[in-house]
C-alpha cells in the first residue's frame, strides 16, 4: 500500500493513506515532486496486481523516464506514462478540452486494464496553463469530483514558486487544497551551508500523520525518508 | 478508408437515426478504423481523426485517439516515426504484426457485422 510504497514513508504516516483520496503534491521546482510521486505509485503497483496511469503535460514520456531512472527509479509495466506532445503538435492551432481529454485517456486505461487505481498529473500548472481562465474554478471541481468517482488515489503535483514556500499555512487557502484530501509539501532547507530536502505531510484526512519534516535523500535504490529535520 | 455508402434514399429523420447508429458503432470500434485507415498509408493522430470525421462524419476525440496510438505502438501493432523535415507530427504505420491483426480484426467484423443485419432483417 501507499505507506510502505517509499522507504520510510511509513515514519509520517501512522496509517494507510484511504483508497480513492486525491493528494495534492506541492513544492518548488526541484524538490523531488514528480519523483517522489513516480516512485510512490511504481512501488505501490508492483505490490498489488493493479495499473496506474501518469499523465505528463510538461515533460515528454522519454524525458521523463530518464529522469526517473537517473534518480534510481524504476518503471514498472503496470505503470502507464501519457505525454501530451503529440497532441500540442498536432493541435497547435486549436483549443483543447484539456480536462475532457484527461477524462476520456483515464477512461481508456480503465477500459483497457480494468483495475486501474492510481492517477497521478504532472502539473496542474501546465492544466491550468493550457486551459480556458473563465470556467476553471468549476470545472475543477467537476475534475476532481470524477477523479472520486472513478474510484482513483489520484496525484495532482503542483508547483508552488518559491515565494509560497515557506510553509506558513495561509499560503494554501487556494482552492485546490480545499478541495484535496491530502495536501503533501516537498521542499528545500538550507543551513550551515548545507541544502537538505524534505517532506511533510500538510493535511491527510482520516490518516493520522506526522507534521514534522522530514528529510529526504535519493541513493540508487531510490527515494528514502529519513527521521525528522530539526 | 471508403466514405460512408450514399443515403439520398433516406428521409432526414432515418438519416439522423442511421447517424446515431454509425457513430456509436465506430466509437465502440474505434480501434479497427484506425487500423483500417493505416492499411495503405501512415498517419499522425490529427490525420487519423481528420479521415475519419470526413469519410464517415464522426469525431473521435483525442482524448480516445492517441491512447489508443501509444498502446498499438507498445504492443508492437503500430511503428511510429517523425517524418523527414517534419517532427511535428508523429506518423504511424502497420507492423507486419498490426497488419495481420489488422486484416483478421476486420474480417471478424465485418463477419459479425453481416450477421448481426441477417439476425434483425425481417
Known amino acids: 500500500m501507499m505507506r510502505n510504497a517509499v522507504n520510510g514513508l511509513e515514519r509520517?504516516?501512522?496509517?494507510?493513506?484511504?483508497?480513492?483520496?486525491?493528494?495534492?503534491?506541492?513544492?518548488?521546482?526541484?524538490?523531488?515532486?514528480?519523483?517522489?510521486?513516480?516512485?510512490?505509485?511504481?512501488?505501490?503497483?508492483?505490490?498489488?496486481?493493479?495499473?496506474?496511469?501518469?499523465?505528463?503535460?510538461?515533460?515528454?514520456?522519454?524525458?521523463?523516464?530518464?529522469?526517473?531512472?537517473?534518480?534510481?527509479?524504476?518503471?514498472?509495466?503496470?505503470?502507464?506514462?501519457?505525454?501530451?506532445?503529440?497532441?500540442?503538435?498536432?493541435?497547435?492551432?486549436?483549443?483543447?478540452?484539456?480536462?475532457?481529454?484527461?477524462?476520456?485517456?483515464?477512461?481508456?486505461?480503465?477500459?483497457?486494464?480494468?483495475?486501474?487505481?492510481?492517477?497521478?498529473?504532472?502539473?496542474?500548472?501546465?492544466?491550468?496553463?493550457?486551459?480556458?481562465?473563465?470556467?476553471?474554478?468549476?470545472?475543477?471541481?467537476?475534475?476532481?469530483?470524477?477523479?472520486?468517482?472513478?474510484?482513483?488515489?489520484?496525484?495532482?503535483?503542483?508547483?508552488a514558486p518559491p515565494r509560497m514556500v515557506p510553509g506558513s499555512f495561509h499560503d494554501y487557502h487556494r482552492p485546490e487544497h480545499f478541495l484535496a484530501d491530502g495536501t503533501i509539501e516537498l521542499g528545500m532547507i538550507e543551513g550551515k551551508g548545507v541544502v537538505k530536502r524534505y517532506i511533510q505531510i500538510l493535511k491527510m484526512r482520516e490518516t493520522r500523520h506526522a507534521m514534522e519534516k522530514h528529510q529526504v535523500t535519493i541513493d540508487e535504490n531510490g527515494i528514502n525518508i529519513l527521521g525528522p529535520i530539526y | 478508408m471508403k466514405s460512408l455508402a450514399n443515403t439520398h434514399d433516406l428521409n432526414e429523420s432515418e438519416e439522423d437515426s442511421c447517424k446515431k447508429f454509425v457513430d456509436r458503432i465506430i466509437k465502440t470500434n474505434r480501434e479497427i478504423f484506425i487500423l483500417y485507415s493505416l492499411l495503405d498509408k501512415?498517419?499522425?493522430?490529427?490525420?487519423?481523426?481528420?479521415?475519419?470525421?470526413?469519410?464517415?462524419?464522426?469525431?473521435?476525440?483525442?482524448?480516445?485517439?492517441?491512447p489508443i496510438l501509444y498502446t498499438l505502438e507498445e504492443e508492437g501493432i503500430l511503428r511510429a516515426e517523425y517524418s523527414k523535415g517534419d517532427m511535428r507530427s508523429k506518423k504511424y504505420s502497420l507492423t507486419s504484426k498490426g497488419r495481420e491483426i489488422a486484416q483478421k480484426d476486420m474480417k471478424e467484423f465485418i463477419k459479425a457485422m453481416e450477421q448481426i443485419s441477417a439476425l434483425i432483417q425481417r
Not at chain 1, 51 to 62: N, P
Not at chain 1, 82 to 88: A, K, N, P, Q, V
Not at chain 1, 111 to 136: C, M, P, Q, R, W
Open chain 2, 42 to 66: 501512415q498517419m499522425c493522430g490529427y490525420d487519423l481523426i481528420k479521415e475519419i470525421f470526413f469519410k464517415c462524419n464522426v469525431f473521435l476525440s483525442q482524448g480516445t485517439v492517441y
Open chain 1, 12 to 159: 509520517l504516516l501512522e496509517v494507510e493513506i484511504p483508497r480513492c483520496s486525491l493528494l495534492l503534491v506541492t513544492g518548488a521546482e526541484g524538490t523531488l515532486k514528480s519523483g517522489m510521486v513516480f516512485a510512490m505509485i511504481s512501488n505501490h503497483l508492483a505490490a498489488n496486481d493493479e495499473h496506474g496511469l501518469y499523465i505528463t503535460l510538461e515533460q515528454s514520456k522519454e524525458s521523463h523516464l530518464r529522469n526517473m531512472s537517473s534518480l534510481g527509479i524504476k518503471k514498472r509495466d503496470e505503470l502507464h506514462v501519457f505525454d501530451y506532445r503529440d497532441m500540442r503538435r498536432e493541435w497547435a492551432d486549436r483549443e483543447l478540452d484539456m480536462i475532457k481529454v484527461i477524462d476520456e485517456v483515464i477512461d481508456f486505461y480503465k477500459d483497457k486494464y480494468g483495475n486501474l487505481t492510481v492517477f497521478a498529473l504532472d502539473s496542474l500548472n501546465a492544466l491550468y496553463s493550457i486551459s480556458e481562465e473563465a470556467h476553471l474554478r468549476k470545472e475543477m471541481y467537476d475534475f476532481f469530483s470524477s477523479l472520486r468517482d472513478k474510484e482513483l488515489t489520484s496525484f495532482l503535483i503542483l508547483e
